[in-house]
């Protein structure tokens, strides 16, 4: 019979931590002390790889295109990525929490392939927000998956990044013709109209978790208009 096994725990910066387990052949990440809730596992990431196929797919033809994920999570949004992209591109990931590297970097990292190790892959343990303050105009696209949704579970200091403000800041660092994708457990229309305030024409997609049923996740993707 499978049980949970914990092997790390990571914390989490202003407070908190997140735990590692081995799950039978799977990876679990929960938030310690939580409801016992899954935030990501290895066996579903469906939606992960949704976040970014449909945004890199529109960009591909460009030369050396620079994309920006905002948080590694369990490293198959990086590695699906990396799948859409030339050679010339540059991948960079911006992760809060220094654990979770270091978990992809680890037995975790197998799952999807060891990402990190591509050439085009630039790994930061930086706030997603300051580089979106600091490269304007400076990536053809945004994929953010930073937390569970426009309302922050993890850390109430994402929630930044879904306001009009965050948004605002996302757009400036797009280039022109830039796409932003955002990954949410659930939809949330006040979210969506949110980002049309923000200047961006996007549409919800909805998205399997694993396959082709059960749980369903919402991707928002989100054209930057000329200003």
Same mark, same amino acid.
């Given at each position: 019979? !499978?049980?949970?096994?914990?092997? /790390?725990?990571?914390?989490?910066?202003?407070?908190? *931590?997140?735990?590692?387990? $081995?799950?039978?052949?799977?990876?679990?990440?929960?938030?310690?002390?939580?409801?016992?809730?899954?935030?990501?596992?290895?066996?579903? %990431?469906?939606?992960? /790889?949704?976040? #970014? $196929?449909?945004?890199?797919? @529109?960009?591909?033809?460009?030369?050396? #295109?620079?994309?920006?994920?905002?948080?590694?999570?369990?490293?198959?949004?990086? *590695?699906?990525?990396?799948?859409?992209?030339?050679?010339?591109?540059? #991948?960079?990931?911006?992760?809060?929490?220094?654990?979770?590297?270091? &978990?992809?970097?680890? *037995?975790?990292?197998?799952?999807?392939?060891?990402?990190?190790?591509?050439? @085009?892959?630039?790994?930061?343990?930086?706030?997603?927000?300051?580089?979106?303050?600091?490269?304007?105009?400076?990536?053809?696209?945004?994929?953010?998956?930073?937390?569970?949704?426009?309302?922050?579970?993890?850390?109430?200091?994402?929630? &930044?990044?879904?306001?009009?403000?965050?948004?605002?800041?996302?757009?400036?660092?797009?280039?022109?013709?830039? #796409?932003?994708?955002? &990954?949410?457990?659930?939809? /949330?229309?006040?979210?969506?109209?949110?980002?049309? @305030?923000?200047?961006? !024409? *996007? $549409?919800?997609?909805?998205?399997?978790? %694993?396959?082709?049923?059960?749980?369903? %996740?919402?991707?928002?993707?989100?054209? !930057?208009?000329?200003?």
């Amino acid at each position: 019979m !499978k049980r949970f096994v914990l092997l /790390d725990t990571a914390a989490i910066p202003a407070g908190g *931590a997140l735990c590692l387990f $081995e799950y039978g052949d799977d990876f679990v990440i929960k938030i310690q002390g939580g409801n016992g809730n899954q935030l990501m596992n290895t066996r579903t %990431h469906g939606s992960e /790889d949704a976040l #970014v $196929e449909i945004p890199c797919k @529109r960009i591909a033809s460009r030369a050396q #295109v620079r994309v920006l994920i905002g948080g590694l999570g369990m490293g198959f949004t990086l *590695a699906s990525a990396l799948r859409q992209l030339g050679a010339d591109a540059e #991948v960079l990931v911006a992760e809060l929490v220094p654990g979770v590297i270091e &978990w992809n970097r680890g *037995a975790l990292g197998e799952k999807s392939g060891h990402p990190l190790r591509d050439a @085009r892959t630039q790994v930061l343990n930086q706030d997603v927000a300051e580089l979106l303050r600091a490269q304007p105009e400076g990536f053809d696209a945004i994929m953010l998956d930073v937390d569970n949704g426009p309302e922050g579970l993890t850390q109430k200091r994402n929630s &930044w990044l879904y306001s009009l403000d965050g948004l605002d800041a996302c757009a400036r660092a797009l280039r022109p013709g830039g #796409v932003l994708a955002v &990954w949410s457990a659930s939809a /949330d229309r006040a979210f969506a109209e949110k980002l049309a @305030r923000a200047g961006f !024409k *996007a $549409e919800e997609v909805q998205v399997y978790a %694993h396959g082709n049923r059960g749980t369903r %996740h919402t991707i928002w993707i989100a054209d !930057k208009r000329k200003r």
